[in-house]
């Protein structure tokens, strides 16, 4: 079974410059996250999708991020204009929902790290 | 809201010897939670959760966890730790039945276990 794809690995650009991140799921999961890791601290949730409606994006720095997720299957991360304290490992995840039982799991990317100078 | 703590950021350990990996957790409404794994240059992988039930929780690779409701906690271990346990671990919590009927999860700051040969 293919994994959570995550593009691109590393990214490096300047304050003030945008950049997008793209992430395919796994076949058939019907929700999508996106988290930001600092270095230093654990993956904190950005926004949730479910196929292609946002679920939950109350901690999303809407000023400068966005994300959607057009044809509820892969999607888009973008941040514009960048700022120093965005560097970070940006990953992606998805899951088949089952209403919160044992048998639902997330699977994570490998995702993607962003260092902005 | 949730939180998170895991008091330990790094734990050095023999191979062989015994390992506790400590999470403490806050929240106003019952959780489920999680232990996370980090191998080197993966993502982030399910090593164990509790969801209801037995409060004592294994991994198909020897770990265990123990959910105590009274003191908040559920701390992670194994008796006898290998060179590749070497590996980040992530304590996280969920509010049930959350948003889609998805997780929603809060992560701690993870601790890096170093296996020494």
């Known amino acids: 079974e293919a994994g959570v794809a995550q593009s691109p690995r590393y990214k490096i650009i300047e304050k003030r410059q945008s950049v997008a991140f793209w992430c395919n799921p796994i076949?058939?999961?019907?929700?999508l996250y996106w988290y930001q890791q600092i270095l230093g601290q654990g993956p904190k949730l950005l926004i949730q999708?479910?196929?292609?409606?946002?679920?939950?994006d109350s901690q999303l720095p809407k000023d400068r991020f966005s994300a959607e997720r057009l044809k509820g299957v892969d999607s888009t991360l973008k941040i514009q204009p960048a700022k120093l304290e965005d560097s970070a490992v940006y990953l992606c995840?998805?899951?088949?929902?089952?209403?919160?039982?044992?048998?639902?799991?997330?699977?994570f990317g490998s995702g993607t790290q962003l260092s902005v100078l | 809201a949730q939180s998170v703590t895991q008091l330990d950021s790094q734990v050095p350990v023999f191979e062989e010897a015994p390992v506790e990996l400590r999470c403490n957790y806050s929240s106003s409404v019952s959780v489920y939670l999680f232990w996370y794994v980090q191998y080197p240059n993966q993502g982030l992988q399910l090593l164990l959760k509790?969801?209801?039930?037995?409060?004592l929780v294994e991994s198909i690779n020897g770990f265990e966890a123990e959910f105590n409701k009274s003191q908040t906690s559920f701390h992670l271990r194994k008796p006898s730790v290998h060179i590749s346990d070497t590996a980040e671990y992530f304590c996280?919590?969920?509010?049930?039945?959350?948003?889609?009927?998805?997780?929603?999860?809060?992560f701690g700051k993870g601790t890096k276990l170093s296996v020494i040969p």
């Open positions: 999708f479910q196929n292609n409606g946002v679920v939950d």
């Open positions: 509790y969801l209801s039930g037995s409060t």
């Open positions: 996280a919590v969920s509010p049930p039945n959350s948003g889609a009927g998805s997780y929603q999860l809060t």
């Open positions: 076949s058939g999961h019907a929700t």
């Open positions: 995840a998805s899951s088949i929902p089952t209403g919160g039982t044992a048998n639902e799991k997330l699977f």
